[in-house]
DNA sequence: AATAAAAGTAAGTAATCACTCACTCAAATA
DNA sequence: TATTTGAGTGAGTGATTACTTACTTTTATT
């Protein structure tokens, strides 16, 4: 059913010619999902707001469910094969010296993309929440990606002394994320937050390189 | 308007005499709730799983959405207070050791808990997430009896120096709770675990322990 | 046993939902 | 210029929505 369509609309994504109509749907779309939900948004006001027929938007995404789709197929893209891709390599190059510049650089990179798509990622996280195919698509796509692009940072970081090598390098990327999707899920979703200051992103770099116990003290000398 | 329902709802909860058909209700609303989403269910959906008329649902509850906080409320009541409260001095008085045991227990405590009541935590995410003046109702609700209870905790961990002291107390709770959100919702949530293995859990307190950095070996020696 | 109050019901209600259809109009093509 | 094509429209469509109302049944009180 609905398990080709997502396939398919980030296969044709970059040979779509939007009109300008198009683009006020999409725009409309985007605002009204984020603010209300998916499912509380009718297809109605987004034509109100977007000044078009509502004829106008079943012209060109046939259902509810495909315009959603088209709505959040372009972020996903930019966002994963980005953040396996282009983003790692870019930060990897520029700043080899330190897996803590490393981790930092690449943390404010995907939090500044993710804060200037704040829409778009609210409208991503609670759609993800209640499609169980739609996860079953993503997860794989992400868990595959992902730490396979990771994995060979990781490793290095390892060999250089920098990272702990008493745990698996897929246990170290999964808390990472773990931590990262909290991260944002609590600020952007939950909190609304616009932007997030660099202080608090430096407090979030620190609790992933260092946790929360004191090492520097000697611990058994009481 | 949704503002005094939700106090009132807090409020009345033990006062509260259960008729068969009203918990019959109460169990299909979860399970359609966590299943579908709120705004997906309809009341005539649950009045037929739970095998009762339509309108003995709106006779009991008046409006839909009073059903949803009826449904929240004694899960978030047991969830925070008890959190901050019970649980804590529990913990606290149980094994006052070490930190780490302490996170250990306090953590796998929390963890049970949600897992027992997996669709009530669905539910009360999902709707966390649409509902602005929920949240707004929730935060400081939360912000304040959480770090409240746990200050002084963290304060005297801090004394006994297996805390680290270079980072202020409510900095270090708010990373806590961020890893743990992140934990609970990307497990139970989006993997839709029903159970979260012994390994996983000690995983994921050794990163709050201690993060990822190598400490153990000397760093400026190259 | 009589009465009152509460619990439960089934058939409504108006409003709203996603979606369709017959149509116009403008621009491209022939 | 004649014709085709695709964008855009708005008044529908039946289905479904949350909720109501008039009524019956069950339970509690005296």
């Given at each position: 059913m609905t398990n080709n369509i997502f396939e398919k609309l980030l296969a044709q994504l970059n040979t779509k010619p939007k009109t300008a109509k198009q683009e006020q749907i999409v725009e409309a779309a985007i605002q009204l999902f984020a603010a209300k939900g998916y499912a509380n948004t009718s297809t109605a006001e987004i034509a109100r707001v977007a000044g078009v027929s509502e004829g106008t938007i079943f012209k060109h995404y046939g259902t509810k469910e495909r315009l959603l789709f088209s709505v959040i197929a372009p972020f996903i893209r930019e966002l994963f094969p980005q953040l396996a891709r282009e983003a790692v390599e870019e930060t990897f190059t520029e700043d080899t010296q330190s897996l803590e510049q490393f981790l930092r650089t690449l943390i404010k990179n995907r939090i500044q993309f993710i804060t200037e798509n704040r829409e778009l990622f609210q409208v991503f996280v609670k759609e993800l929440m209640y499609r169980e195919e739609f996860r079953k698509k993503l997860f794989p796509f992400a868990m595959e990606y992902v730490p396979e692009t990771f994995k060979h940072i990781v490793d290095r970081f390892k060999e250089s002394g920098?990272?702990?090598?008493?745990?698996p390098s897929e246990t170290i990327i999964l808390n990472v994320l773990t931590f990262l999707s909290g991260f944002l899920i609590t600020r952007?979703?939950?909190?609304?937050?616009d932007t997030i200051s660099e202080k608090e992103m430096e407090e979030a770099v620190q609790f992933i390189m260092e946790g929360i116990r004191n090492s520097h003290k000697p611990e058994a000398n009481e």
């Open positions: 920098e990272l702990r090598d008493d745990i952007i979703i939950l909190r609304g937050s």
